[in-house]
């Protein structure tokens, strides 16, 4: 797959410089991980994740390269993370309807709709959950 450049956000450039460091040096640090994070989400959906660099994750987040290395250890660590906070919350949903003693077309028409109503509102997360996550074995994310 080409490397593509994550695209640049529309806000940024009529932010002055420095505006986007101003303004995460007021979150806590679950918030700034937090900002890495969705950053990373938007990147992998674009350029993949073997086509995403930290640096292209860090830009597209408004934080220095060396802060992405603070909370996570490597891209893989925030691909993991992804996964695991998006997935294991979308895997309960799924487990819940299919617990809801519901018609087995009522549950599958539920299934569907959490799934297009997730990429309504996240495509990129839906993105990189498909293309970038699903290859991975899901025993490493949940052990029940």
């Given at each position: 797959?080409?490397?593509?450049?994550?695209?640049?956000?529309?806000?940024?450039?009529?932010?002055?410089?420095?505006?986007?460091?101003?303004?995460?040096?007021?979150?806590?640090?679950?918030?700034?991980?937090?900002?890495?994070?969705?950053?990373?989400?938007?990147?992998?959906?674009?350029?993949?994740?073997?086509?995403?660099?930290?640096?292209?994750?860090?830009?597209?987040?408004?934080?220095?390269?060396?802060?992405?290395?603070?909370?996570?250890?490597?891209?893989?660590?925030?691909?993991?993370?992804?996964?695991?906070?998006?997935?294991?919350?979308?895997?309960?949903?799924?487990?819940?309807i299919?617990?809801?003693?519901?018609?087995?077309?009522?549950?599958?028409?539920?299934?569907?709709?959490?799934?297009?109503?997730?990429?309504?509102?996240?495509?990129?997360?839906?993105?990189?959950?498909?293309f970038?996550?699903?290859?991975?074995?899901?025993s490493?994310?949940?052990?029940?």
């Amino acid at each position: 797959m080409p490397r593509r450049s994550p695209t640049p956000r529309p806000d940024a450039a009529a932010a002055p410089p420095g505006a986007a460091t101003r303004e995460l040096r007021g979150l806590r640090s679950r918030d700034k991980r937090e900002v890495i994070l969705d950053a990373a989400i938007k990147v992998f959906a674009e350029a993949g994740y073997h086509g995403a660099r930290v640096s292209d994750i860090a830009r597209e987040a408004g934080v220095a390269y060396g802060l992405v290395y603070h909370y996570f250890k490597n891209k893989d660590e925030i691909l993991s993370t992804i996964f695991e906070q998006q997935w294991l919350g979308f895997i309960t949903a799924v487990e819940d309807i299919g617990r809801s003693g519901a018609s087995l077309r009522d549950r599958m028409v539920s299934i569907a709709t959490l799934m297009l109503n997730a990429y309504r509102v996240r495509p990129d997360w839906v993105k990189v959950l498909v293309f970038e996550m699903w290859p991975r074995p899901c025993s490493s994310v949940r052990s029940s």
